[in-house]
């Protein structure tokens, strides 16, 4: 089933939206607190009344009614105690900048400790991070104004984005080089593949109304494959690349060097000459759900990939996991059951490689694939140097739904299942 793309409107609308929000907040933060201020506990209120009175009408028990009438509570307390409520988003930003200064620091470590060099700009960029959040946590109050003005500054540059995004729809720049985009904050996008596929398995059938059985495209020259599933680590998300029926991974896929809960390890890039037998064995033996989406390249986008990956292939050399290297004995890690099912070659990198330790907050799935990605083009930026497969998902659903964008198909591919979507 074809599907309509975001409109010119859309676009307005957006635009408009997002800069008279960001100006109201950067030049009247006092009226922007005070209307959120009386809007959020006068809602707590109003709820918390309403669920009451249902709750007694139904008698759902005392303990609904107690809930209820907390929430009713919770209201009038903020009602009367202004910057309580104000000063949860200072402190919630501060466990935010905590949680980044957190993964620049750790890397760093990491990466020091295997011998690379550099990294004294993370180093410097994480310790302030880690100052500035626990400024904001000793006085949250205090750090309001500032986290105001930002915030107002935040949704200018959103509107001015939008604006790019509205010219780029009539100016493609497939062939030029990459522009810097704004992107989902990392701790919003590490959750959106597992919030999206868990939408998708709880009701299958109408989370899948616009889509329809239909294949194949012969448009489609690569594909960027998000997998998700209901695990520790896995619901934050993997993304492969297919280009000319060929899967290239990258992870940590050596058992022996796997450190802090299989967050790093050495780096394997793994290929699979059959994309339908690797879809097969993903969805069966892990139960994986695939965020499958084809974009269309011209010859010297084409090119570009080839060259790359040729590059990458060139820093590697051929490494057997147990299962290959001991064909007597059945082994029951991931590795061997792909090697088993797919016969995947898998790789390690030279040492003169920056892939050579596999990270998950660093050097990851994401990072390989949009080294290859960007010589198209791709403008995707790097937040704080972490991006993660939510962060991906988010940036080519965005591309998809752009009339001249060349990310043409989008599929969802479960066990036994494909459903596919395309754009007009």
């Not at 009602?79 to 409520?85: A, D, W």
């Not at 820093?315 to 082994?331: I, V």
């Not at 001249?404 to 299942?417: A, L, Y």
């Amino acid at each position: 089933m074809k599907y309509s793309a975001t409109s010119n409107i859309t676009y307005i609308f957006y635009i408009l939206s997002f800069f008279i929000l960001g100006i109201i907040i950067f030049f009247l933060p006092n009226v922007t607190m005070n209307m959120f201020h009386l809007s959020v506990s006068i809602s707590l209120i109003v709820i918390g009344c309403i669920i009451t009175a249902f709750n007694l009408v139904k008698r759902k028990g005392i303990q609904n009614i107690l809930k209820s009438i907390f929430i009713i509570i919770a209201g009038y307390f903020f009602l009367n105690n202004k910057y309580h409520l104000l000063a949860i988003f200072p402190l919630l930003f501060s466990f935010y900048l905590l949680l980044i200064s957190t993964i620049k620091l750790s890397t760093v470590i990491i990466y020091k400790g295997r011998g690379f060099k550099g990294f004294n700009r993370l180093l410097l960029s994480g310790i302030i991070d880690y100052f500035i959040a626990l400024a904001i946590i000793l006085h949250p109050v205090n750090s309001l104004s500032y986290l105001t003005y930002i915030l107002g500054i935040y949704f200018i540059i959103i509107a001015v984005h939008y604006v790019v995004d509205f010219f780029y729809e009539y100016h493609t720049r497939n062939n030029k080089g990459r522009a810097f985009r704004w992107t989902v904050p990392t701790i919003i996008s590490l959750l959106i593949p597992f919030s999206i596929s868990s939408r998708i398995n709880k009701n299958l059938n109408k989370s899948t109304k616009n889509y329809s059985k239909e294949e194949f495209d012969n448009n489609v020259d690569l594909e960027i494959l998000i997998a998700v599933k209901d695990s520790n680590i896995g619901k934050f998300g993997h993304t492969d690349l297919v280009y000319n029926g060929k899967v290239y991974s990258y992870g940590s896929y050596d058992e022996e060097s796997k450190k802090f809960f299989d967050m790093v390890g050495d780096g394997v890039i793994f290929t699979v000459d059959d994309r339908d037998k690797y879809l097969k064995f993903c969805t069966e033996h892990s139960n994986k759900t695939f965020f499958a989406f084809g974009i269309s390249l011209s010859d010297k986008q084409k090119e570009r990939v080839e060259k790359e990956l040729e590059k990458i292939m060139a820093g590697t050399y051929r490494w057997k996991g147990p299962a290959e290297t001991d064909k007597n004995k059945k082994y029951e890690d991931y590795g061997s059951a792909l090697w088993y099912a797919t016969k995947a070659k898998f790789y390690k990198f030279n040492q003169s490689s920056d892939y050579r330790l596999y990270y998950a907050m660093w050097t990851n799935c994401v990072k390989l694939i949009d080294q290859i990605l960007g010589v198209t083009g791709s403008d995707l930026l790097r937040l704080n140097g972490v991006i993660t497969p939510g962060t991906y998902y988010y940036f080519l659903d965005e591309k998809f739904k752009k009339h001249n964008s060349n990310v043409i198909r989008k599929q969802i591919i479960t066990k036994g299942d494909i459903f596919t979507q395309e754009k007009k």
